[in-house]
């Protein structure tokens, strides 16, 4: 079974344009999540979103944003880029109903590798 | 605020040696944790996870313990493999919450030497 897909899985950008990063979830999965992964640091939580609907942001600014299309699939984009935003971008999707009560573990895709010039 | 802590970045073990990586955390809400393998290149795998109302989880050579009243967490790898070489993450939840969010730790580099 196919996992979680990114693409692409490299792109260089330079500062001030805007990127769109894509995901497909496991099939089956109706939860995506992105996380964002600095050099060092653990994935940071960007957006959740179930059944078309944002349900979780994390605390990253109004350049990012996402979405999520009937087919569960999701999309990221940062505007502006700053050199800051350089990271690997972690989608992740989860076998998960309406109720966050629902332990289920998340399962990653391999990332996409962002370098902002 | 470093909510899920991994105080040690790295950490090496001898082929077929017990590997005990560990885990804090200072939230009291959360209440489902997970362990998290990275290999470069690639993204996190998942490994195992535990709910609070346990205090031990197994599977395989995994086991993972946890102590809520010490807000501590660790993973034991027995035997170690240098396969197992990765950095693992320490991930939590907190199932009350309105959404599915992990908080993550800054991981530990885990080398397993033949």
């Known amino acids: 079974d196919a996992g979680v897909t990114q693409s692409p899985t490299h792109l260089i950008k330079t500062r001030g344009q805007q990127v769109t990063l894509r995901c497909s979830p496991i099939s089956g999965h109706k939860s995506v999540s992105w996380y964002q992964q600095v050099l060092g640091q653990g994935p940071q939580f960007i957006f959740q979103y179930y059944e078309k609907e944002e349900r979780g942001r994390g605390n990253f600014p109004d350049r990012f944003s996402a979405r999520q299309f009937p087919n569960y699939s999701s999309e990221l984009n940062v505007n502006a880029l700053l050199l800051g935003d350089s990271a690997l971008y972690l989608c992740?999707?989860?076998?998960?109903?309406?109720?966050?009560?629902?332990?289920?573990?998340?399962?990653f895709g391999d990332g996409t590798r962002l370098s902002i010039l | 605020d470093q909510q899920v802590k991994q105080n040690s970045p790295s950490l090496s073990v001898q082929e077929g040696r017990i590997s005990i990586l560990n885990c804090d955390y200072t939230?009291?809400?959360?209440?489902?944790f997970l362990w998290y393998k990275k290999y470069p290149a690639e993204g996190p795998t998942f490994l195992i996870s535990?709910?609070?109302?346990?205090d031990k989880n197994e599977d395989g050579r995994f086991t993972v313990f946890l102590n809520k009243s010490a807000k501590h967490l660790s993973l034991h790898i027995v035997p170690s493999q240098p396969g197992d070489s990765a950095v693992y993450f320490c991930a939590a939840k907190n199932s009350g919450g309105s959404n599915y969010k992990l908080t993550f730790g800054k991981g530990t580099l885990l080398t397993v030497n033949p």
């Open positions: 535990i709910s609070s109302i346990k």
């Open positions: 992740a999707s989860s076998l998960l109903g309406v109720n966050p009560t629902s332990n289920q573990p998340q399962h």
């Open positions: 939230n009291s809400m959360f209440d489902y």
